[in-house]
């Protein structure tokens, strides 16, 4: 049984920083073609990141530069390390994988002064 819980959101003012976490059980991460989404209010749910089971890594040109996809293979977890926040990136962010379709419940980033 495939599980991800998502950490790490908040409230930051406009130009910080966070780091998401997206704690794996059922697969490995280090393996496992995964990927972030984010949902915000009245939108549709977009990607933001996503990871091949070699490590290359893409990114939405909304967030390319300032996003960051990692993963810790030891910890089984999936990071997204954003900086240079701007207020259209709160949303709702979830962790997926993209193999078996199994989805995190999602953490709230919230960016505003």
């Known amino acids: 049984q495939v599980q991800l819980v998502e950490s790490g959101g908040g409230l930051v003012q406009p130009g910080g920083s966070l780091r998401l976490s997206c704690a794996a059980s059922?697969?490995?991460?280090?393996?496992?073609?995964m990927a972030w989404y984010r949902q915000a209010p009245g939108k549709q749910r977009e990607l933001v990141a996503n990871?091949?089971?070699?490590?290359?890594?893409t990114y939405a040109e909304s967030v390319r530069g300032r996003f960051t996809l990692l993963r810790d293979n030891a910890k089984n977890t999936l990071y997204l390390q954003m900086s240079r926040l701007k207020p259209e990136d709160t949303a709702v962010y979830y962790c997926?994988?993209?193999?078996?379709?199994?989805w995190g419940q999602g953490t709230q980033v919230t960016v505003s002064s």
């Open positions: 059922g697969i490995k991460v280090q393996i496992e073609p």
């Open positions: 990871i091949t089971y070699i490590g290359r890594t």
């Open positions: 997926t994988s993209l193999v078996t379709n199994d």
